[in-house]
C-alpha cells in the first residue's frame, strides 16, 4: 500500500477530480461499454453476418426507429407503446397501492404501541416470503388479468416499505411528539401534522428504491403470463431470437426508470423545501 | 392552596428507586430551579411534571386538580433539543400552538388569521420577525429556543417546563436568553419549572432552587432508595433572603 501512496503527493482519499474530469469519468463507463459491445459485434458479424446474437449497434437503430413509430400489420396499432402503457399502469397501481398502504401501515405501527405489537412481526414475517413464489397462487386466486400482476407488486413492496416507514416515525425524536401533545394535539393531530409530513420524503425515497423491485416483479408477471407488456414482449421475441428487439426494450424500460427516478428525485426537493433547509 | 402540589410523590422503574417522598408546593408565579446530579431523578421529577409519565405513588395536582395521565395544554415544555417542528416554518411552528388542539390540527378563516396576527405579534416579541418564513434547521441554537419558548408561551400554559433549555448553547447566547427569559417573566407572571445543571443560572433566573440528591444510600445497592428534595433555596434577591428586609420591614430598624 506505501508503495503506491509513495508515487502520489497526497493520500488517494484526498484526490477530488475536478467537474470537467467527475464529468469525464462519469460518462467512462458508458463509452467503455459501448465500445467493447460494438467490437465484439463487429468480430461476430465478420465471422457470420447472419449472426443475430450480438446485432450491430445500427440496426439496434433502426429497429427502435421501426418499433416507437411503425404499427404493427394486423392491429395497426404500435405495439411498444402499448407495451409502455400496460407496463406503466401495472408499475404505476401496484407502486401507488403499496405507497398508500405503508403510509397508513406505517405510520399506525411508529405512532401506536397496539397497532405495533399486533402489526410488526406479522410484517416482519410477510416481508420474509419470497413474492415470486406466490406468483402462481396470485394467478390461480385472481386469475391472469391486470389483478394478480398488481398484487405481486403490493406484496412484493409494501412490507419493506412499511418496516421502514414505521421505523422512520419511530425515530421522530420524542421530544416533538410530548411537545404537540401540550399544544393539545389528539393522536390524529400527531400522526396528520407532526409524522405525516415528516416521513412523507422517505416515503418518497422509499418508493425509489423499491421501483427496481417492482420492475423486477411486473416483468416476472409479465414474462409468465400476459398478453401486452413490456417483459411480456421482450420474452415472446426471445423464441425467435430477435436480440435487436430485446435490446431496444431494455434499454427502453431503463431510460423509463431513470425518468421516473429522476422525477420522484425532483419531486422530493421542490415538496420538502425543510429537508435541505440545514445543509 | 398552592397553585401546584406535589404529594409524598414516589417513581420507581421495575425494582429501582429513583424518586421517594417528594413533597413540594409552588405558589402561582413562582420561577423554580432544579438542580441535582446525574441520575438524581430530576428529569424524571419534570417529566411527571409534564405528565409524560405517571408516578408510582403519590399526587401532582395544578390548581388542586387530578394528577393528570398524559400531556396537555396545561403545561408547556421546552427541552434542549427537537422542541420545535423542523417541517414548519417559524411562523407556522407558532401558529401550530393555536391549530395543533382542533380535530384536523388547522385553522381556517378568520381564526387563521387571528393566528397569524398573533403569531406576527410573538414573533416580534422574540425577535424572529426577520426569519418568519425560515424553517428551524436554518436558525441558530439560541433562535431555535427563543422559538421553542415562544411556540410554548403561545398555547398559553399554566405552568412551563423547561428541560435544561439552554444547555446546548455557547455561554454569550446562554445569558442573552436569560435576559429574554427574565424579560418574559416579568410580563406574564409564568409559573415555570427549569431543570438545569448550571447552578449560577439556577440562582440567578430561579425564585426557589430545589437540589435533588438521595438522602440514603446503600452500597450494596445503589438502586434501593431513591433521590428527594435535599434542599429547598430561597433564591430571591440573589440568594440572600433577608438582606433587604428593612427595606420591606422599616419598623424592625428602631426595634
Same mark, same amino acid.
Given at each position: 500500500?506505501?508503495?503506491?501512496?509513495?508515487?502520489?503527493?497526497?493520500?488517494?482519499?484526498?484526490?477530488?477530480?475536478?467537474?470537467?474530469?467527475?464529468?469525464?469519468?462519469?460518462?467512462?463507463?458508458?463509452?467503455?461499454?459501448?465500445?467493447?459491445?460494438?467490437?465484439?459485434?463487429?468480430?461476430?458479424?465478420?465471422?457470420?453476418?447472419?449472426?443475430?446474437?450480438?446485432?450491430?449497434?445500427?440496426?439496434?437503430?433502426?429497429?427502435?426507429?421501426?418499433?416507437?413509430?411503425?404499427?404493427?400489420?394486423?392491429?395497426?396499432?404500435?405495439?411498444?407503446?402499448?407495451?409502455?402503457?400496460?407496463?406503466?399502469?401495472?408499475?404505476?397501481?401496484?407502486?401507488?397501492?403499496?405507497?398508500?398502504?405503508?403510509?397508513?401501515?406505517?405510520?399506525?405501527?411508529?405512532?401506536?404501541?397496539?397497532?405495533?405489537?399486533?402489526?410488526?412481526?406479522?410484517?416482519?414475517?410477510?416481508?420474509?416470503?419470497?413474492?415470486?413464489?406466490?406468483?402462481?397462487?396470485?394467478?390461480?386466486?385472481?386469475?391472469?388479468?391486470?389483478?394478480?400482476?398488481?398484487?405481486?407488486?403490493?406484496?412484493?413492496?409494501?412490507?419493506?416499505?412499511?418496516?421502514?416507514?414505521?421505523?422512520?416515525?419511530?425515530?421522530?425524536?420524542?421530544?416533538?411528539?410530548?411537545?404537540?401533545?401540550?399544544?393539545?394535539?389528539?393522536?390524529?393531530?400527531?400522526?396528520?401534522?407532526?409524522?405525516?409530513?415528516?416521513?412523507?420524503?422517505?416515503?418518497?425515497?422509499?418508493?425509489?428504491?423499491?421501483?427496481?423491485?417492482?420492475?423486477?416483479?411486473?416483468?416476472?408477471?409479465?414474462?409468465?403470463?400476459?398478453?401486452?407488456?413490456?417483459?411480456?414482449?421482450?420474452?415472446?421475441?426471445?423464441?425467435?431470437?430477435?436480440?435487436?428487439?430485446?435490446?431496444?426494450?431494455?434499454?427502453?424500460?431503463?431510460?423509463?426508470?431513470?425518468?421516473?427516478?429522476?422525477?420522484?428525485?425532483?419531486?422530493?426537493?421542490?415538496?420538502?423545501?425543510?429537508?435541505?433547509?440545514?445543509? | 392552596?398552592?397553585?401546584?402540589?406535589?404529594?409524598?410523590?414516589?417513581?420507581?422503574?421495575?425494582?429501582?428507586?429513583?424518586?421517594?417522598?417528594?413533597?413540594?408546593?409552588? #405558589?402561582?408565579?413562582?420561577?423554580?430551579?432544579?438542580?441535582?446530579?446525574?441520575?438524581?431523578?430530576?428529569?424524571?421529577?419534570?417529566?411527571?411534571?409534564?405528565?409524560?409519565?405517571?408516578?408510582?405513588?403519590?399526587?401532582?395536582?395544578?390548581?388542586?386538580?387530578?394528577?393528570?395521565?398524559?400531556?396537555?395544554?396545561?403545561?408547556?415544555?421546552?427541552?434542549?433539543?427537537?422542541?420545535?417542528?423542523?417541517?414548519?416554518?417559524?411562523?407556522?411552528?407558532?401558529?401550530?400552538?393555536?391549530?395543533?388542539?382542533?380535530?384536523?390540527?388547522?385553522?381556517?378563516?378568520?381564526?387563521?388569521?387571528?393566528?397569524?396576527?398573533?403569531?406576527?405579534?410573538?414573533?416580534?416579541?422574540?425577535?424572529?420577525?426577520?426569519?418568519?418564513?425560515?424553517?428551524?434547521?436554518?436558525?441558530?441554537?439560541?433562535?431555535?429556543?427563543?422559538?421553542?419558548?415562544?411556540?410554548?408561551?403561545?398555547?398559553?400554559?399554566?405552568?412551563?417546563?423547561?428541560?435544561?433549555?439552554?444547555?446546548?448553547?455557547?455561554?454569550?447566547?446562554?445569558?442573552?436568553?436569560?435576559?429574554?427569559?427574565?424579560?418574559?417573566?416579568?410580563?406574564?407572571?409564568?409559573?415555570?419549572?427549569?431543570?438545569?445543571?448550571?447552578?449560577?443560572?439556577?440562582?440567578?433566573?430561579?425564585?426557589?432552587?430545589?437540589?435533588?440528591?438521595?438522602?440514603?444510600?446503600?452500597?450494596? #445497592?445503589?438502586?434501593?432508595?431513591?433521590?428527594?428534595?435535599?434542599?429547598?433555596?430561597?433564591?430571591?434577591?440573589?440568594?440572600?433572603?433577608?438582606?433587604?428586609?428593612?427595606?420591606?420591614?422599616?419598623?424592625?430598624?428602631?426595634?
Amino acid at each position: 500500500m506505501s508503495l503506491i501512496e509513495d508515487i502520489f503527493a497526497m493520500r488517494l482519499i484526498n484526490y477530488v477530480p475536478s467537474r470537467p474530469g467527475a464529468i469525464f469519468l462519469a460518462a467512462l463507463p458508458f463509452i467503455l461499454l459501448f465500445v467493447a459491445y460494438s467490437i465484439a459485434s463487429d468480430i461476430r458479424l465478420t465471422a457470420n453476418p447472419q449472426d443475430k446474437l450480438l446485432p450491430a449497434p445500427s440496426t439496434i437503430v433502426e429497429t427502435a426507429e421501426r418499433l416507437f413509430t411503425v404499427p404493427d400489420k394486423r392491429s395497426k396499432e404500435i405495439l411498444l407503446w402499448n407495451d409502455t402503457f400496460a407496463s406503466l399502469g401495472r408499475l404505476f397501481g401496484g407502486v401507488a397501492i403499496s405507497a398508500t398502504l405503508s403510509l397508513i401501515l406505517g405510520i399506525a405501527i411508529g405512532l401506536l404501541p397496539y397497532a405495533r405489537s399486533l402489526f410488526s412481526s406479522f410484517i416482519a414475517v410477510m416481508s420474509m416470503v419470497p413474492p415470486l413464489a406466490l406468483l402462481p397462487i396470485l394467478f390461480i386466486v385472481f386469475g391472469l388479468g391486470e389483478v394478480s400482476k398488481i398484487v405481486l407488486i403490493v406484496i412484493g413492496i409494501t412490507p419493506f416499505m412499511t418496516r421502514d416507514l414505521a421505523q422512520r416515525v419511530m425515530e421522530i425524536p420524542n421530544e416533538q411528539i410530548v411537545k404537540a401533545q401540550t399544544l393539545g394535539a389528539s393522536s390524529w393531530v400527531v400522526a396528520q401534522r407532526v409524522a405525516l409530513p415528516q416521513v412523507l420524503p422517505r416515503l418518497i425515497s422509499n418508493v425509489r428504491l423499491s421501483l427496481g423491485s417492482a420492475w423486477l416483479f411486473l416483468i416476472a408477471a409479465e414474462a409468465v403470463a400476459s398478453n401486452v407488456g413490456l417483459g411480456y414482449r421482450i420474452f415472446l421475441v426471445r423464441r425467435y431470437l430477435a436480440m435487436d428487439v430485446i435490446l431496444t426494450y431494455v434499454i427502453w424500460i431503463t431510460l423509463l426508470a431513470f425518468i421516473i427516478d429522476w422525477a420522484l428525485k425532483a419531486l422530493s426537493r421542490r415538496a420538502f423545501p425543510w429537508m435541505e433547509a440545514g445543509l | 392552596m398552592s397553585f401546584v402540589g406535589v404529594t409524598n410523590v414516589w417513581q420507581r422503574y421495575g425494582d429501582r428507586s429513583i424518586l421517594e417522598r417528594v413533597n413540594v408546593s409552588v #405558589d402561582e408565579g413562582e420561577f423554580v430551579s432544579i438542580v441535582g446530579a446525574s441520575g438524581c431523578g430530576k428529569s424524571t421529577f419534570l417529566r411527571m411534571l409534564l405528565a409524560e409519565e405517571s408516578p408510582y405513588k403519590g399526587d401532582i395536582s395544578i390548581e388542586g386538580g387530578d394528577t393528570a395521565v398524559e400531556p396537555n395544554r396545561e403545561r408547556g415544555v421546552v427541552f434542549q433539543k427537537y422542541s420545535v417542528f423542523p417541517h414548519l416554518s417559524v411562523r407556522e411552528n407558532l401558529i401550530a400552538a393555536e391549530a395543533f388542539q382542533n380535530p384536523l390540527g388547522t385553522l381556517r378563516g378568520s381564526a387563521r388569521k387571528n393566528a397569524e396576527t398573533r403569531a406576527d405579534a410573538m414573533l416580534e416579541r422574540i425577535g424572529l420577525n426577520h426569519v418568519l418564513h425560515q424553517f428551524p434547521a436554518s436558525l441558530s441554537g439560541g433562535m431555535q429556543q427563543r422559538l421553542a419558548i415562544g411556540q410554548a408561551m403561545t398555547a398559553k400554559p399554566r405552568i412551563l417546563l423547561l428541560d435544561e433549555p439552554f444547555g446546548a448553547l455557547d455561554p454569550g447566547t446562554r445569558l442573552q436568553m436569560h435576559d429574554f427569559l427574565l424579560e418574559l417573566r416579568e410580563e406574564t407572571n409564568m409559573t415555570v419549572f427549569m431543570v438545569t445543571h448550571d447552578l449560577d443560572e439556577a440562582f440567578k433566573l430561579g425564585d426557589r432552587v430545589l437540589v435533588f440528591d438521595k438522602p440514603r444510600w446503600d452500597p450494596q #445497592d445503589p438502586g434501593l432508595f431513591g433521590a428527594t428534595i435535599t434542599y429547598d433555596f430561597d433564591a430571591r434577591d440573589k440568594g440572600i433572603p433577608y438582606q433587604d428586609i428593612l427595606a420591606a420591614y422599616p419598623s424592625l430598624a428602631s426595634a
